[in-house]
């Protein structure tokens, strides 16, 4: 890529960053390429798409929660271990607002350009599960998409005001319903 390309291309990142933060993930990508000095054509250029920008604007914060699934596989508690990772994902997807459905859309569309981002995130999750259903510490009928499901459901919840007051002793149950009790 050419530096004054490149350097579109970063600013372009830059300023979607800002316009998703203020506005959501139904920003409109007219306003993103005005406030990046740029026409409507060079966003599309470098993001043919707006899932394309989003993938690009996530890509790394998702490997991020993928390494620190990674990460926690090694501890010892594996129920806590899980239960810290779903906190820490959904608290990002309630960071990013509005990113949760595109999430959902992705992760059945092999077409999306966030589908290989969102199933590396379920994966990392299910490993995770696997481990604590292992030790007998986590039911064993559930799977790595239904935990997905959970957290996409978690997330949206969040997302809502009218249910946000809610969302942490909903996560609470859920969780409950996660784990298996130890007698």
């Known amino acids: 890529m050419r530096a004054d390309?490149?350097?579109?291309?970063?600013?372009?990142?830059?300023?979607a960053r800002t316009v998703f933060s203020?506005?959501?993930n139904d920003?409109?990508?007219?306003?993103?390429?005005r406030r990046a000095g740029v026409g409507l054509g060079t966003l599309y250029r470098h993001f043919p798409t707006r899932?394309?920008?989003?993938?690009?604007?996530?890509r790394s914060s998702f490997e991020s929660l993928a390494a620190r699934a990674d990460e926690l596989q090694a501890s010892q508690d594996c129920a806590a271990a899980l239960l810290e990772w779903l906190q820490e994902i959904i608290?990002?997807?309630?960071?990013?607002?509005?990113?949760?459905?595109?999430?959902?859309?992705?992760i059945e569309d092999h077409e999306s350009a966030l589908h290989a981002s969102c199933v590396t995130l379920r994966t990392?999750?299910?490993?995770?599960l696997a481990?604590?259903?292992?030790?007998?510490?986590?039911?064993?009928?559930?799977?790595?998409?239904?935990?997905?499901?959970?957290i996409a459901a978690l997330a949206w919840l969040r997302e809502q005001p009218s249910h946000a007051s809610r969302a942490d002793r909903i996560?609470?149950?859920i969780a409950g319903a996660i784990f298996v009790r130890q007698s």
Do not use: C
Not at 27 to 33: F, P
């Open 27 to 33: 920003a409109s990508l007219r306003d993103i390429a």
């Open 91 to 106: 608290a990002f997807t309630h960071e990013h607002r509005g990113v949760i459905a595109p999430m959902v859309s992705a």
């Open 131 to 150: 481990r604590a259903q292992a030790d007998g510490k986590a039911r064993a009928d559930l799977d790595g998409a239904e935990l997905f499901d959970l």
């Open 171 to 173: 996560f609470g149950l």
């Open 124 to 128: 990392a999750g299910a490993r995770l």
């Open 22 to 24: 203020e506005q959501g």
């Open 5 to 15: 390309a490149k350097k579109n291309y970063e600013h372009l990142l830059d300023v």
């Open 51 to 58: 899932e394309a920008l989003l993938e690009a604007l996530l």
